[in-house]
T-cell receptor
């Protein structure tokens, strides 16, 4: 596709359950990012993948959060034992990853509600 | 500690006039800055960016100004149009790390 896609668009889960969120980056983009936006707040960085390098996990809020990426394509963000404070819109972005290609292009997000 | 601040939560301007959105940052490691526009239920859309080696970048109706000594940047939209009504986010990057740090956003309303 032409842009970043994410699925599902909405997810409602019960506290304590695990959830998986998926991101398909723009074709050819080697860099992939996950952010989240809680209600009324700005976007918070979670994790960054660049090619085969070790991911930058410095933004993950707890060890309940993890992410994987298959090569330079799809990424999955997993939240284990969800808590109500995990409720947010989770946004994925990709960029070309080449020197100077800093602009990040975002998907529509997954709205996660933990009840 | 907010490293990127947008102190005006909202701004209202008349169609055809200039919109000026402001952003301040504190981290001197930031060397690349971006503006994004966001509509409800959509992801942020990239608008314009500027490197710290420049003080101005222009793209059509959008111009970004950077004052490194003041750690301040601004986005000018001229002329403003009703379709510009959205939330605008300022973002900053240390290009050695690539992660974006976002401000809290300014809601712009352009009145017809």
């Amino acid at each position: 596709g032409a842009g970043v896609s994410q699925s599902p668009s909405n997810k409602v889960t019960e506290k304590g359950k695990d959830v998986e969120l998926r991101c398909d980056p723009i074709s050819g983009h080697t860099a992939l990012y996950w952010y989240r936006q809680r209600l009324g707040q700005g976007l918070e960085f979670l994790i960054y993948f660049q090619g085969n390098s070790a991911p930058d996990k410095s933004g993950l809020p707890s060890d309940r959060f993890s992410a994987e990426r298959t090569g330079e394509s799809v990424s999955t963000l997993t939240i284990q034992r969800t808590q109500q404070e995990d409720s947010a819109v989770y946004l994925c972005a990709s960029s070309s990853g080449v020197a100077g290609g800093y602009e990040q292009y975002f998907g529509p997000g997954t709205r996660l509600t933990v009840t | 500690d907010q490293q990127v601040k947008q102190n005006s939560p909202s701004l209202s301007v008349q169609e055809g006039r200039i919109s000026i959105l402001n952003c301040d940052y504190t981290n001197s490691m930031f060397d690349y800055f971006l503006w994004y526009k966001k509509y409800p239920a959509e992801g942020p859309t990239f608008l314009i960016s500027i490197s710290s080696i420049k003080d101005k970048n222009e793209d059509g109706r959008f111009t970004v100004f950077l004052n490194k000594s003041a750690k301040h940047l601004s986005l000018h939209i001229v002329p403003s149009q009703p379709g510009d009504s959205a939330v605008y986010f300022c973002a900053a990057m240390d290009t050695g790390r690539r992660a974006l740090t976002f401000g809290s956003g300014t809601r712009l309303q352009v009145q017809p």
